[in-house]
Nanobody
Framework: QVQLVESGGGLVQTGGSLRLSCAAS????????MGWFRQTPGKEREFVAA????????HYADSVKGRFTISRDNAKNTVYLQMNTLKPEDTAVYYC?????????????????WGQGTQVTVSS
């Protein structure tokens, strides 16, 4: 069982930046592909970005490509999501998740473990 705890959410103006962090409870974090998803009320949780265990392979949703960057520090059991040029439509609860295997999996059912989420609000 891997426990994930997100942090770094908050309120930011359009065009601003935030960095989200997700800390994992186990050293086995090293073996997992990590992903970020987001969800707004009344909508399904959607894929944002993923990174493989080594950090060499990443995958992004088209809506965030060029603005968001996912990275990880395996020594700290932590994955990050740097979000730049934020837009009001980026407002959501952001969740990190863990799975084994490809970064190309973008469905929630492909991830085994989930954090509790952190709210990001972008004001216009």
């Amino acid at each position: 069982q891997v426990q994930l705890v997100e942090s770094g959410g908050g309120l930011v103006q359009t065009g601003g930046s935030l960095r989200l962090s997700c800390a994992a409870s186990q050293r086995t974090f090293l073996s997992y592909t990590m992903g970020w998803f987001r969800q707004t009320p009344g909508k399904e949780r959607e894929f944002v970005a993923a990174i493989d265990w080594s950090g060499a392979s990443t995958h992004y949703a088209d809506s965030v490509k060029g603005r968001f960057t996912i990275s990880r520090d395996n020594a700290k059991n932590t994955v990050y999501l740097q979000m730049n040029t934020l837009k009001p439509e980026d407002t959501a609860v952001y969740y990190c998740a863990a799975r084994s295997g490809s970064v190309q999996v973008v469905v929630t059912t492909g991830y085994y473990y989930w954090g509790q989420g952190t709210q990001v609000t972008v004001s216009s």
